[in-house]
């Protein structure tokens, strides 16, 4: 058991297991290299896989070469668009609660007619050898019609500029929402705008009448990437009898089933794939990039090929997040009450349509209660890569413009930031502006907990130094999820789920299990299952996996609870009914001498019956939003325009924290995402539209070293819709330290930080600008 | 009645209704009978072919997102709500 325990308020339940530190069941594997991630596969025989991506961000594709790659030895194949079917456009949703536009998606993996971006797939070679695929793929001609790219969403909107899609619909309804597509004959709407809707409450224009102060602005955001260690990796196996097996490091085996099974034509239970563990997704890792293309790869080479991404390919082929522009118009009374929000948000989807747009309008005024607004949100195509989920995705964007918007507002009004939004915060049973009503969520509460901390109430001194504070709003996932608990003779419990286990999943899952049934977790074996031997499971996303998976694992237990007491009854030839359990104790209810422990009964299970299994398949309702609020000091060196961390404490209500130091490691995780967000990481392009920083080097991400320990605070305010109160805790903590850090960079040297990041060069620029220099 | 909220963009069809009272005790029945009343609606929110809302369209009835879409019961005084559903990381 960990001895650290992190700050805790309002735990209002107190469970044997629920709550606790155990220490995770795979680390030791994790620790000592025996654990097996995307690229350890090594199968006999195996190929290697290499992408051919397009040099240019903007082309049609005449045509592809292959005969002179496909003459060097060692090399037994190459592959194109040509080899699968054309997917359909049409919007498939794959019953993993995710929407996929998998003729998108396809042309995504590889390019079918034009290349869109730089770095776009293009064709793919299997040799005996990565330097033999390497020499082969240089030897592939392809003959292309470079085109002007778009590079931004404001030059993609813009009537003469280049089109991505010909066929591309410009939809105004939220059915469409990855964007469309005009039938065959249609004439084009040569448009780059995927897709535009806007949400209404009240009446705005009253609103901002009876509004005694007003705060404008407009924030822009650039591209940035999920930045997960380990690239994408596959392995696929294609058999002589036509089944297919794929080891690959995903958020969901079953995502990368049925979307391979999809892109080539093939049944779903002819594909089996083997979730490996995973260096890190965050969003990222929900869609396939590698997998279809290995499995091409192996169908017509007939042996099995590895694929595995350099980091210039994970880059500039697989999907940061979107750049966005975006404009707030707030308005409150004289008293500090919000009474009317204009928004509108331009999110670049990258090559196809899908922006995480409307998640980033849904969230960016969800904990307030606003009575008019009206938000506006449009998604647009660009020639840059396609966008991709990234933690929380559209939300830190959208809350960085709110989030300093109502620093400015608060000030304006002479208001304490977080007393401002104590006062606006939405209750239980208020209307959010895109219309449904806020559910039970602990927003006072953590605001409170803010006010309350060690942190906001210790004086910041220092010159050019200051403290912000913003606020966060994340609408968690569920989904489709099982799990199956085996008993075992000695009394051990093996539990297999459906959920890769990204952030300490296995021992959460466990735990539900081990509470259930009253017997250590040390008594629970944990494990991932394939795609052949656990039913469906939505993807490792949406901060829904405590909850879904949560659900199906505390469901399965109680299945393995209620056969205990049915053997135990058939032992003591009573009724059911009259046997209790209590603590892994079975125990007739009138008779105190008739008592079996789980252990005794696992040990007589198959005299009395056969093995014990319980299952669980589950797609529960009520996840529940999440909420965040950041208090952050920072120091700004004047000469070099540098901004350090000095201080940060990240406060959450986490419904009720299974495993708290997991929690406390989501928080701080998402914090310094966030913080690398706010501070040094972009997609930086030249006009060409290549990509200028394709390695860590120069894609900086935060390190240990440039960081303070990141302070959290957990609120328990129950989720009344999980049995032991659960709400998602991965991804709110990435939505408001852009924010935070922009309104502490404010407090500290007076300049409005608009445009993220917040890099040395744009901090003296603007207090250059501020200075008259 | 349960209380169906239209989507701005479709308040069009709706004679600028913000909200329609409809009929009904799932989702499915609202939905049919908010074509009735104000025919055209459907085809913006429903995929007919496979009887089931489109894939990137949430419903959300009192407040919750429901996970099984046209299946949904509603209650009497249920407010509905059809959101573009969001997608996580």
Not at chain 1, 269 to 280: C, F, L, R, Y
Not at chain 1, 291 to 308: D, N, W
Not at chain 2, 41 to 51: G, H
């Amino acid at each position: 058991m960990l001895e650290y325990k992190p700050n805790m308020v309002l735990s209002n339940e107190e469970f044997n297991v629920i709550g606790t530190n155990p220490i995770r069941h795979d680390g030791a594997d994790k620790v000592t290299g025996r654990a097996k991630y995307g690229a350890d596969t090594k199968l006999a025989g195996m190929l290697y896989g290499k992408i051919l991506r397009s040099p240019h961000a903007h082309a049609i594709i005449k045509s592809i070469d292959a005969s002179a790659a496909e003459a060097i030895p060692g090399v037994y194949a190459v592959v194109t668009s040509a080899d699968w079917p054309e997917t359909s456009i049409k919007l498939t949703d794959l019953a993993d609660g995710a929407i996929h536009n998998l003729g998108f998606l396809s042309m995504n993996v590889l390019a079918r007619g034009k290349a869109l971006y730089k770095g776009h797939a293009v064709a793919a070679v299997a040799a005996v050898s990565p330097h033999a695929a390497e020499e082969a793929m240089a030897k592939i001609k392809v003959d292309y019609e470079v085109l002007k790219p778009v590079l931004s969403a404001e030059e993609a909107m813009k009537p003469d500029a280049p089109i991505l899609h010909e066929r591309l619909a410009s939809v105004s309804s939220p059915a469409l929402r990855p964007g469309g597509i005009l039938e065959e004959n249609a004439e084009s709407m040569r448009t780059n705008i995927a897709n535009e809707f806007e949400f209404k409450l009240g009446d705005v224009e009253q609103g901002f009448k009876d509004a005694d102060f007003i705060v404008e602005k407009e924030t822009t955001t650039q591209a940035v990437h999920q930045g997960y260690i380990e690239p994408q990796a596959a392995v696929a196996q294609w058999q002589t009898d036509g089944k297919l097996t794929i080891w690959s490091s995903s958020q969901g085996q079953f995502t990368v089933r049925d979307q391979t099974a999809r892109f080539l034509g093939i049944r779903v239970s002819d594909v089996k794939a083997i979730p490996m563990e995973i260096g890190g997704g965050f969003g990222a890792k929900g869609i396939v990039y590698v997998e279809p293309i290995a499995a091409l790869l192996s169908r017509k080479s007939g042996r099995a090929v590895k694929v595995q991404l350099t980091r210039p390919e994970v880059f500039e082929g697989t999907g940061p997040t979107s750049g966005t522009k975006i404009k707030v118009k707030l308005g409150a009374t004289k008293d500090g009450k919000l009474i009317a929000a204009e928004a509108e948000l331009v999110y670049e989807a990258g090559a196809f349509p899908g922006s995480p747009v409307g998640a980033g309008i849904q969230c960016m005024m969800g904990q307030y209660d606003i009575p008019n607004g009206h938000l506006v949100a449009i998604d647009v195509v660009i020639n840059r890569p396609k966008a991709a989920a990234y933690r929380a995705p559209g939300a830190p964007a959208s809350a960085f413009c709110m989030e300093t918007a109502m620093d400015e507002l608060a000030e304006k009004l002479g208001m304490d930031p977080l007393e401002f939004r104590l006062m606006n915060s939405a209750k239980e049973g208020v209307r959010r502006v895109t219309g449904p009503m806020t559910p039970k969520v602990g927003y006072i509460e953590t605001l409170q907990a803010a006010k309350d901390h060690q942190h906001y109430n210790t004086k910041l001194e220092g010159k050019h130094r200051g403290r912000g504070i913003a606020s966060g709003w994340w609408a968690n996932n569920s989904g489709p999820s099982s799990a199956v608990a085996v008993v075992n003779s000695d009394g051990t419990v093996s539990l297999t789920e459906g959920s890769p286990d990204i952030g300490g999943s296995r021992a959460a899952m466990a735990m539900h299990v081990a509470e259930v049934l009253g017997i250590p977790v040390t008594d629970i074996k944990p494990q991932v299952g394939d795609t052949d031997s656990i039913g469906f499971t939505s993807n490792t996303g949406g901060s829904s996996v405590t909850f879904k998976t949560g659900w199906a694992c505390y469901q399965a237990a109680q299945s393995v609870k209620k056969q205990m007491a049915e053997r135990a009854a058939k032992i003591w030839e009573i009724p059911e009914a009259d046997v209790e359990y209590k603590d892994a104790i079975l125990q007739h209810k009138s008779d105190p001498e008739l008592k079996l422990t789980f252990k005794q009964i696992a040990g007589r299970m198959i005299p009395t019956g056969g093995p014990i299994v319980g299952s669980a398949g589950v797609n529960p309702p009520g996840p529940g939003p999440s909420i965040a609020v950041h208090v952050v000091d920072v120091e700004v060196d004047t000469d070099t325009g540098k901004v350090e961390i000095l201080r940060y404490t990240a406060v959450q209500d986490a419904g009720k924290a299974i495993h708290p130091a997991y929690v406390e490691g989501q928080i701080q995780g998402g914090v310094v995402q966030g913080i690398g967000w706010a501070l040094n990481e972009e997609y930086v392009y030249n006009d060409d539209g290549a990509m200028l920083n394709t390695s860590f080097l120069d894609y900086r991400m935060p390190t240990a070293l440039d960081l303070p320990m990141i302070d959290t605070v957990i609120v328990e305010i129950a989720n009344p819709m999980h049995p032991y109160g659960v709400r998602g805790v991965g991804e709110v903590p990435i939505v408001p330290p852009m924010a935070a850090i922009s309104n502490a960079i404010y407090a500290a040297i007076g300049v409005r930080m608009n445009d993220l990041p917040m890099s040395p060069d744009k901090v003296l620029e603007a207090l250059w600008a501020k200075e008259g220099k | 009645m349960p209380e169906v909220w239209i989507p701005p963009k479709l308040q069009q069809l709706t004679g600028n209704k913000q909200q329609v009272q409809v009929e009904g005790s799932t989702v499915r029945q609202l939905v049919n009978n908010l074509e009735k009343l104000h025919p055209g609606i459907k085809e913006f929110l429903c995929d007919e072919m496979e009887d089931d809302l489109f894939p990137g369209i949430a419903v959300i009835v009192d407040g919750e997102t429901s996970q099984i879409g046209m299946l949904q019961k509603v209650q009497e005084n249920s407010e509905v709500h059809f959101l573009p559903a969001i997608g996580g990381g």
